[in-house]
Every structure is written in structure tokens, then in C-alpha cells.
């Protein structure tokens, strides 16, 4: 069942951490990465490969004239919350009341309204002190329950599928060792969304800023004149940033800026922020104040107090669907069928879909039934994990040349 399978990968810790410099960030995703791999062999796939760099790979043969359609998933967990020892409950018939997680944490209907929607329904929750981890493990148990499906139902006509489950998403690192050649396919999907008639091909266009403050560092009882606090430097080179392009007071098309890390002393200082824009001109614009602001601080110091880097991360995946639908209209299509009412909204964030549509890849994003990502409050719903699966299987039977 379905949520047995994701009941199964959310007991892995599998966490990647931004500040790792080995891939996959942490050694405790090759144990997720080694179940699947057996999974995959005992369902009979093909090619089913774990390679140096963690990614599990397989292949389903299918029928030449239908097209190859390749299904992702990432593996690794967000670190914004701990993915130590969840322990998963599940809710049957959820009310529509609060959620008691713990004794001293509640989900309220009034802070999280999105549970107004799930009446009814079978619920998958936290116990308020991990995240539940269906970012991303509801969207591998749907490949692996559609992939199942489809082996012990050889009725269903369907093309050649591979399937990759990566590590590192979270960390913005999940492509950077994808296997092209492994990946044949005339496009493909992340299972990476949330509601099951969601489809997402419109992402964030993203870079990091790392803003270096040096200090200068003198006794205080002789500081007058001389010390330079590279921490309250900090705070100044924040609070000339706009105070409106943040998480919290945008949405939309609206692009952001935020403030992920600050750590130092009084002799140095680090910060590191997220800049994303759906628009590249306006996201070359953030990153051009980022600049100025450095300008005027090293110009109020007199030497280079502020040492700034921009690096670019990944890129909106629209443009390269211009002229090239047929992953949009398939799953117009398909929707139509399992009765989905269609639903394409931007994506505020990021995803592995993006940069492999970029590399050749066109590959859009579906969804996997869970909610409130990254934290302690995150749910998943059977009902729509189960519609997905039902809509994956339409994608792939009704995909011919």
C-alpha cells in the first residue's frame, strides 16, 4: 500500500546539510539509496543502478510506440527541521479540527487553513519534533506504487520508463551529478508538488549572496575612533536592504530577499542570503543592490569592509517550454481523465526540475499529496497521494507517439 511505502522512507534520516562539502552532503542517504535500490530489483526493473554519487536509477522496458517518460524523486530532507526518529501518526476522518501533534503542539485550523481542505480525509502528521519527511518521500512512494501497479498489471500499455531518485535537493545540489546517459527519455516528471491537480512549470530564477564583513578588532577601553564591529556592520548592510522583498511580506510573482545565516565576531562576519525572482532582469536587479550596498559601506569605511559574492543557482524552467507543451498537454490530458480539475501555479522555490529541463531535459513538476514542507506542521494526505498515482498511470497509458 501506498502509505506503507512512504511510512517505510520516512523512518531513514536522510537530511542534507548546505554546509557539507562531501556529496551527498550526508553519509546517511546512502541507506535510503541502497533500500531502493533493492526495491527496485525485487519489482524487476532493469538497469537498476546505484552509483558513486548516490543516485538509484532503474528502467522499465515498455512498448516502442509510446513515448519514454522518466519519473523523479528526491531522497534528502530539508534541514530547516530535524529528520531524526520521526515518528509518523496517522489521522483517519480527519475532523477539520486542530491537530494535536504533542502535549504542547497543536496545528490550528487558524494558522494552517490549508487543513480545511482535508475533511474527511486520512491524514499523515508529525509528532511535533521532526518534519514528516513527504518532502520527498511521498513523491518515491508514488513511483514506486505506480511501478508496481504497472508490473502486476501487464494490461496497462505504457512506454519505457526510468526512474531516478536523487540526494541532495534540499541543498540545491540535486542535478549536479545527474547521469544523462542513464537518462533517456523524451522528457520527463518530478514527483516533488503537492495537490494531486497541480503542475508546476513555472519556478524561481535563483542565486546566493555570501557577504563577508571585516572587522576590525581593538581593546574596547581604546576602541574610540579605531574599532570597527564587522557584527554591526552586519545589521547595517541589512537594514539598508529593502524591508519589503521578504518571505513573509510577498508572494506570487513577487520576487525576495532572505537572510538564511549570520555568524561572527567583532573582527569578521558572515551572511548568507537567498535572492529569487520569476523575472531574470528582476533578479539581476536584486543582486545589482546587493552590490551598491557593499559600494557605500566600503565607501563609509574607507577600505573594503564588505567582501561580496553572487553566485547564481538555477533558472526559471518557463522559457524552455515555449513551443515545446507536450509535458503540459499530456497532463491537461490525462487530468481530464481521473477527474482533476488543472491547476499550474508558479513555484516559489526551486526545484531539480528546473535545472534538468535547462540541461535537455523538459521535465515539469507533479504533485504528492503532502503540505507544509519543511517543518514540524508538514501532513500528507492519502487520498490525494492515491490520486496521483492514478494520474501518474493515465500519463503513462495514454502517452503514444
Request: net charge negative; proline share 3%.
Amino acid at each position: 500500500m501506498l502509505i506503507d511505502k512512504l511510512l517505510d522512507y520516512v523512518s531513514y534520516e536522510t537530511t542534507s546539510y548546505k554546509s557539507s562539502e562531501s556529496f551527498p552532503s550526508s553519509e546517511k542517504e546512502w541507506l535510503l539509496a541502497r533500500h531502493l535500490k533493492e526495491q527496485l530489483e525485487k519489482l524487476g526493473l532493469q538497469e537498476v543502478i546505484l552509483d558513486d554519487n548516490c543516485y538509484v536509477y532503474g528502467y522499465l522496458p515498455g512498448d516502442p510506440d509510446y513515448l519514454a517518460i522518466g519519473l523523479i524523486a528526491h531522497m534528502d530532507t530539508s534541514e530547516q527541521a530535524s529528520g531524526k526518529d520521526v515518528r509518523a501518526r496517522i489521522i483517519e476522518n480527519y475532523d477539520g479540527s486542530d491537530s494535536k501533534l504533542n502535549e504542547d503542539l497543536y496545528s490550528t485550523v487558524q494558522r494552517f487553513p490549508n487543513l480545511k481542505d482535508y475533511v474527511g480525509k486520512t491524514l499523515v502528521v508529525t509528532d511535533g519534533n521532526t518534519l514528516l519527511g513527504a518532502d520527498d518521500k511521498a513523491g518515491i512512494a508514488i513511483i514506486m506504487q505506480t511501478l508496481e501497479t504497472l508490473i502486476n498489471n501487464p494490461d496497462i500499455i505504457h512506454g519505457p520508463i526510468r526512474v531516478c531518485f536523487s540526494p541532495d535537493e534540499e541543498v540545491g545540489r540535486g542535478t549536479e551529478h545527474f547521469n544523462y546517459d542513464l537518462f533517456k527519455v523524451d522528457f520527463a516528471y518530478t514527483i516533488d508538488g503537492d495537490k494531486p491537480n497541480g503542475l508546476e512549470y513555472e519556478n524561481f530564477n535563483a542565486a546566493t549572496a555570501i557577504v563577508n564583513v571585516k572587522g576590525i578588532s581593538v581593546h574596547p577601553g581604546s576602541a574610540k575612533n579605531k574599532m570597527v564591529n564587522a557584527i554591526q556592520v552586519a545589521h547595517e548592510f541589512h537594514d539598508m536592504m529593502d524591508k519589503d522583498a521578504l518571505p513573509e511580506k510577498t508572494e506570487g510573482y513577487e520576487g525576495f530577499n532572505l537572510l538564511l545565516g549570520i555568524k561572527g565576531e567583532v573582527a569578521s562576519c558572515t551572511m548568507q542570503y537567498i535572492i529569487r525572482n520569476h523575472d531574470i532582469g528582476l533578479l539581476n536587479k536584486q543582486k545589482h543592490d546587493f552590490e551598491i550596498i557593499r559600494d557605500k559601506l566600503n565607501d563609509k569605511y574607507g577600505y573594503d569592509v564588505i567582501d561580496l559574492k553572487l553566485v547564481d543557482s538555477y533558472r526559471n524552467m518557463k522559457e524552455k517550454f515555449i513551443g515545446h507543451e507536450e509535458p503540459i498537454d499530456l497532463v491537461k490530458r490525462a487530468m481530464s481523465e481521473v477527474g482533476l480539475e488543472f491547476r499550474s501555479v508558479a513555484i516559489r522555490g526551486g526545484t531539480d526540475g528546473a535545472s534538468l529541463t535547462w540541461n535537455g531535459i523538459l521535465c515539469p513538476n507533479l504533485g504528492t499529496g503532502g503540505q507544509n514542507f519543511h517543518g514540524v506542521h508538514e501532513f500528507w494526505c492519502k487520498e490525494d497521494g492515491e490520486k496521483v498515482v492514478e494520474l501518474l498511470l493515465k500519463i503513462l497509458s495514454i502517452a503514444k507517439k
